[in-house]
């Protein structure tokens, strides 16, 4: 029997094995081309395709150079939409990003996230969050990680966190602002609905992320209720824009088998979707290579290659994605 990878390994041999097929053209990953961009919905801002996820993914880099080595590696191959929190190491993200905004500021789009949904806290928070950064303004603060009809509810009482993002919006302390979800698209859909936001960030990917709840709690795994089929359409009809995350269920749709698949193929169906950027973590040189190298070579699926890649891969995997990330932070 053949012996067992781990999914970050799988993970390393493909990019390394993509990698190399681009250097075997005679070209090396970073050289082949120039990053392919979209407009960032209603903000009109133009953003890379691929952004960088700077939570437990940069983090895992162990320490601050290595960190920041990493952020200005990944500006000079092309990305120029950095993702980072408060909530990412309680501010060691921010402070990292901050290193290389203190002298390269005006080269990338920068996004941080809230969490607290009392606006008193926020705003203490956020105002660390600017010293972490080194700024005197973020391009997006997203409410961090929304759950259920509940913690909407918290969110838009008077005095909450959405509140305070619409006042520092307007102290243009920040540009835009957003929410992010991982869990239940039909409350991120009215999230969206009720609220003058800018900007969203989903859970989108082939496993057809997304847990709504059925009229007795239960678990409702038809795909027609995924973030795909539920809240990406609310935010197209809005032209918010869209951030993609969990492309490859943080590694849960990685590996060998009829229900995974590769790195390159997970996110060639997510930027196939009609999103401006997808959100990628990426714990290694070598895997920021190829994602840089898929990024500029990236050519959209069919209409009939997503829908079959999306059978498969949801079938063996809805029910895993939902119950990993039903109370999910990325920290």
Known sequence: MADRISRREFLEKTAVAGAAAVVLSGQTAESAGAMQTRILGKTGARVSIVALGCGSRLLAYGNEDAGVNVLNHALDAGISYFDTAYGYGNGQSETWVGQVAKTRRKEFFLATK????????????????????????????????????????????????????????????????????????????????????????????????????????????????????????????????????????????????????????LLRYTLSLPIDAAVVGMPTLQMLQQNVAWGKSFTPMSKSQMEEFSNRISAGNKLALDLKFSNHRDA
């Open 114 to 265: 809230i969490e607290p949904r009392d606006g008193d806290t926020a705003m203490r928070i956020l105002e660390g969050s600017l010293k972490r950064l080194q700024t005197d303004q973020i391009d997006l603060i997203h409410v961090h990680g929304l759950q259920g009809a509940d913690d909407l509810a918290k969110v838009e009482a008077k005095g909450g966190v959405m509140d305070a993002l619409y006042k520092l919006r307007e102290q243009k302390v920040t540009r835009f602002i957003g929410i992010t979800s991982h869990y239940n698209p039909a409350v991120l859909k009215a999230a969206i609905e009720h609220n003058d936001i800018d900007c969203v960030q989903m859970a989108l990917n082939a496993g057809m992320q997304g847990m709504p709840l059925g009229p007795h709690d239960g678990l409702n795994l038809s795909k027609a209720m995924s973030f795909q089929d539920v809240a990406l359409p609310a935010a197209r009809k809005k032209n918010l824009g869209i951030l993609a995350m969990k492309v490859m269920g943080q590694e849960g749709l990685l590996g060998p088998g009829p229900d995974k698949s590769d790195a390159g193929h």
